[in-house]
């Protein structure tokens, strides 16, 4: 069992960073793989990011690739997103969401955060 629960998002200008924390319990966080998802309104959710249970290897989606950077925390069990140079198109409800299994199956998710970026 893992709970998860997001913190860090708020109201931020185009080209401004932000970064997103998620606390994580139970045991099993710490070999489960980490993922960032979002979703704006209107639309489906999407993957943004994920991290191998160690940190190892990391993957994101093209539409973040070298602005946006997951990282984790075992010891303290934090996952977090770091943002660069945000867009308005960035704009979405952000979850963290743990991969026990490792098989790119996520069974928990958080309750999510809201950042909005403006022009």
């Known amino acids: 069992q893992v709970q998860l629960v997001e913190s860090g998002g708020g109201l931020v200008q185009a080209g401004e960073s932000l970064t997103l924390s998620c606390a994580a319990s139970g045991r099993t966080f710490i070999t489960a793989a980490m993922g960032w998802f979002r979703q704006a309104p209107g639309k489906e959710r999407e993957f943004v990011a994920r991290i191998t249970w160690n940190g190892g290897i990391t993957s994101y989606v093209d539409s973040v690739k070298g602005r946006f950077t997951i990282s984790r925390d075992n010891a303290r069990k934090m996952v977090y997103l770091q943002m660069n140079s945000l867009k308005p198109e960035d704009t979405a409800i952000y979850y963290c969401?743990?991969?026990?299994?490792?098989?790119?199956?996520?069974?928990?998710w958080g309750q999510g955060t809201q950042v909005t970026v403006s022009s």
């Open positions: 969401a743990a991969d026990p299994s490792r098989v790119g199956k996520y069974d928990y």
